[in-house]
């Protein structure tokens, strides 16, 4: 499956101009006339080619001997290699339908619809037996023969891109939910962070220890400063008795060597 099925506004298999199976985002209503547009203007002597306008990528994939068309309409940040992959994931498809039997001689539109639907619902990345109901599976084939005057185009559409939407929504969700749980997971990291910090905090909690933590630094810091200043006194006053008491050994060896004052008085 791609990455990012939102990113997937439509793609097909056509055979000329004959659609032989498509998905449409029904997120983009009219979306099929503009692929029918391209496909009627498919470019000549190409293998792949691929176009980008207004943040849309027009990408073609064409058999050797131009008889069947992939295409697809993608958001242009879709990755080069997942385009490729899905249009070759429809080649591929319809390949095994050729093996097994299938004829595309004279194809009529949509003939291979409910046959491609779980392709489709492959590459968007939807479990047909849990929450599908497309043209194709079982419950819609019940439900066709209960109500046989849908028409068969009309009852596609009405299936598959309502449907097919409703499934890219759940997708979402559950992208969505995943990315909360994630986030959940950081804020209980930061969480416990905080706890062992007790530095960054959310709300007046926050503020509060910051605070604390300000109030606690200035507090430390003015405690060693005095610890430093009551330090520095004393080295002061102990260098200063040491001096004076080298001063009075000298000056009690001068008035030894002298025999008191006579030095003065000579």
């Not at 029918?36 to 980008?52: D, G, K, Q, V, W």
């Not at 037996?129 to 066709?144: K, W």
């Not at 007790?198 to 810091?221: A, F, Q």
Request: glycine share 6%; aromatic share 6%.
């Amino acid at each position: 499956m791609i990455s990012n099925p939102s990113l997937l506004s439509y793609t097909c298999i056509a055979k000329g101009t004959v659609v032989l199976a498509e998905f449409a985002s029904k997120e983009e209503p009219g979306i099929e006339d503009v692929a029918l547009r391209c496909i009627e203007n498919t470019p000549p002597h190409h293998s792949i080619f691929s176009h980008t306008v207004r943040k849309k990528t027009y990408t073609f994939s064409i058999d050797d001997d131009d008889s069947l068309v992939y295409f697809a309409i993608l958001d242009e940040a879709m990755e080069k290699p997942e385009s490729l992959w899905l249009l070759n994931r429809l080649r591929s498809a319809v390949e095994d339908l050729v093996r097994g039997g299938e004829t595309l001689t004279n194809p009529s539109p949509r003939c291979l619809q409910a046959k491609m639907d779980p392709v489709f619902a492959e590459i968007v990345g939807v479990d047909l037996e849990l929450d599908m109901d497309l043209v194709g599976s079982p419950r819609s084939v019940a439900r066709d023969s209960r109500n046989p005057s849908i028409d068969s185009s009309k009852g596609r559409r009405a299936s598959l891109m309502p449907l097919l939407g409703k499934q890219l929504k759940a997708l979402k969700k559950k992208n969505k939910r995943l990315h909360t749980e994630d986030s959940g997971d950081v804020g209980m990291m930061k969480e416990t962070s905080e706890k062992k910090v007790d530095l960054c905090g959310n709300g007046n909690g926050g503020v509060s220890s910051r605070k604390e933590l300000r109030n606690g630094l200035l507090t430390d810091h003015h405690h060693h400063r005095q610890k430093a200043k009551q330090m520095w006194k004393k080295h002061v006053w102990f260098v200063l008795i040491f001096d004076f008491c080298i001063c009075a050994v000298l000056f009690g060896i001068w008035l030894w060597v002298c025999e008191g004052f006579q030095c003065v008085n000579g």
